[in-house]
């Protein structure tokens, strides 16, 4: 998955919407609001291959696949989850019989296809990175720092474990997202894409050291 954020310059909370950070706990209710944040943060793909993209990625949270919940920190205000971001660390694996299981046939054929295209679209992972597979921040809260405050828990978590990097990307067309990560110092590495399919990237990467 990628990042797709259109934010304004971050502005800051007022005390009566006060913002905290903090890992994802499982439950119900926080799976359909990641669930939904996450079809939000690549919707064209999502939709390509599935009518209720939202289930199927509360599936892949639930049985702990693809999405790891250890990966994912939050941000709420309040009881409401409005924001969330996923990151990847390099030798993570998924079995094949646990997706099938989880998905059914059908849909573990369309998810693969999925995953292919994404993973056609995009660079490797690399040795010393963590990398941001999804960012996103509900509607009603952007403009507010949201995205860049679990940035700066992203790079926070990457310093803890002695990583040399954060990494991610961009769509070349989603100027807002661009400066945002310039904001927060990140600078463009490379870029792909399958132009034919109109998924053309940046990579976008951080150091650390």
């Not at 209710?29 to 669930?35: G, H, L, N, W």
């Not at 009881?79 to 996923?86: F, Q």
């Not at 989880?102 to 995953?115: I, K, T, V």
Request: charged share 30%.
């Amino acid at each position: 998955m990628h990042l797709d954020l259109n934010h304004k310059n971050p502005l800051i909370l007022s005390k009566e919407d006060t913002m905290r950070v903090h890992p994802f706990t499982p439950t119900p209710s926080s799976r359909r609001s990641v669930s939904h944040l996450i079809y939000e943060s690549d919707r064209q793909l999502f939709d390509w291959f599935f009518t209720d993209p939202d289930l199927i990625i509360e599936k892949l949270i639930a049985h702990g696949l693809y999405l790891d919940p250890d990966r994912i920190v939050l941000a709420s205000r309040g009881p409401e989850v409005i924001g969330a971001l996923v990151y990847e660390l390099k030798g993570a694996e998924i079995s094949r019989l646990d997706l099938i299981r989880c998905l059914g046939p059908l849909d573990f054929l369309r998810f693969s296809a999925m995953d292919l295209i994404d993973s056609l679209s995009t660079l490797d992972l690399g040795e010393g990175d963590l990398y941001i597979s999804s960012l996103a921040v509900s509607a009603g809260a952007r403009g507010m720092g949201v995205g860049f405050r679990l940035l700066e828990e992203a790079r926070k978590i990457a310093e803890e474990e002695g990583l040399e990097r954060l990494t991610l990307d961009v769509a070349q067309s989603n100027r807002p997202a661009l400066k945002l990560y310039r904001k927060f110092g990140f600078r463009i590495k490379d870029e792909s894409g399958i132009k034919i399919l109109n998924r053309m990237f940046y990579r976008m990467e951080l150091s650390l050291i």
